[in-house]
């Protein structure tokens, strides 16, 4: 099992910036890759980026790429999601998820992910 638990959410105004970190805990961390899903309200989950069990590889969904940037610390065991140029549009729970593997492969399908925290909401306000 790895446990997961997401932090950083909040409110903050459009074209602000937050950092989200997901925290893991349980199994060797760095024999996942990681990836941050986000929901709206109304809205089906979507995928926001990816990043795999090294750091080498990285996958962004259209909507965030230039703005968002995925990176990760194994020994620290967090994979961080920070955020830019934010706009009302990005405003929903954010959650990270791992997936156990050990190549440069990202999936951007939820059901590919073993393992997902409870999420933090961000707010960005027009």
């Known amino acids: 099992q790895v446990q997961l638990v997401e932090s950083g959410g909040g409110l903050v105004q459009a074209g602000g910036s937050l950092r989200l970190s997901c925290v893991a805990s349980?199994?060797?961390?760095?024999?996942?890759?990681v990836a941050w899903f986000r929901q709206a309200p109304g809205k089906e989950r979507e995928f926001a980026a990816a990043i795999n069990w090294s750091g080498g590889s990285t996958n962004y969904a259209d909507s965030v790429k230039g703005r968002f940037t995925i990176s990760r610390d194994n020994s620290e065991n967090t994979v961080y999601l920070q955020m830019n140029s934010l706009k009302p549009e990005d405003t929903a729970v954010y959650s990270c998820a791992a997936e156990y593997r050990r190549d440069i492969k990202l999936s951007m399908i939820g059901g590919s992910y073993d393992f997902w925290g409870q999420g933090t909401q961000v707010t960005v306000s027009s």
């Open positions: 349980g199994r060797t961390f760095s024999n996942y890759a």
